[in-house]
């Protein structure tokens, strides 16, 4: 696991949107997992940018996020399906037919994380993972307690989770109490990972997650069985590092 530590969100941001760009270059048909949250967005703008300057393009990748809400339908102002076109799909020159989420609007979320594991499969594997964490040690929504050798499936949010969310709703009553999450086995499937964090609220979570001891209660620190892991992480994300 390295783990880079630099001086604001901006800075990891260009150095997130640097490893998707050298991976596009190398592979113009990599395989990406992408995240949403307030934390991936500086890249989103980063990669943006550097699309309308010419420097790359995304017309042949294939995306896959880690996770979607169960309940809100897909056009919902709040569902991850917006929240990736409004963001990053509709500002460059994806071909959204290869842009997958977990479809959390469906009947039957058990077999949609099934379905959405095969297509992954078919695909040929995840070559680069973005990730954030949330405040209580999750990625994804694999949420504290969740097996390290969890597969994408149904998962109850936590309530810290669901008041940590609600920023971006109404109120926390709107925040869906279920959502449809790649698993921890998913993710360490992927060939390489790079996890984002910034902010003094996560401090802890990054601390847990580097330097405590492997464990199901901090879904994240599953990390450290991963060979190939970047953190990048603000100063103020990093104060709890010894
Ligand atoms: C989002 C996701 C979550 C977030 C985490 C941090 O797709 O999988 O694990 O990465 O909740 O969220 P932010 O970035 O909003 O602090």
Do not use: W
Request: aromatic share 6%.
């Amino acid at each position: 696991m390295r783990v880079v530590i630099l001086k604001n969100a901006e800075q990891i941001s260009c150095r997130a949107a640097d490893v998707f760009g050298q991976l596009i270059q190398a592979r113009p048909a990599a395989v990406l997992g992408l995240a949403t949250g307030g934390t991936p967005l500086g890249t989103y703008r980063e990669l943006i940018r550097r699309y309308r300057a010419g420097e790359i393009s995304f017309s042949q990748v294939t995306t896959f996020n880690l996770d979607e809400y169960v309940g809100l339908p897909r056009d919902h102002s709040q569902s991850y399906h917006t929240f990736m076109h409004e963001n990053l799909f509709s500002q460059a020159d994806f071909d959204t037919d290869n842009c997958h989420l977990p479809d959390g609007s469906c009947v039957d979320p058990a077999q949609a994380g099934v379905d959405y594991e095969q297509k992954i499969a078919a695909a040929g594997g995840i070559d680069l993972q973005l990730l954030g964490i949330g405040t209580d040690g999750h990625i994804a929504f694999n949420e504290p307690g969740s097996s390290l050798a969890s597969r994408t499936r149904l998962k109850a949010l936590t309530e810290q989770t669901r008041s940590d969310n609600a920023r971006f709703f109404e109120s926390i009553d709107e925040v869906p109490r279920l959502a449809i999450t790649m698993g921890i086995g998913s993710i360490l499937d992927t060939q390489r990972i790079v996890l984002l964090a910034n902010g003094a609220g996560k401090a802890d979570a990054v601390q847990a997650l580097v330097e405590g001891p492997v464990t199901a209660q901090v879904p994240a620190s599953a990390l450290q069985l991963h060979p190939h892991v970047t953190i990048l992480l603000d100063e103020a994300a990093a104060t709890k590092l010894s």
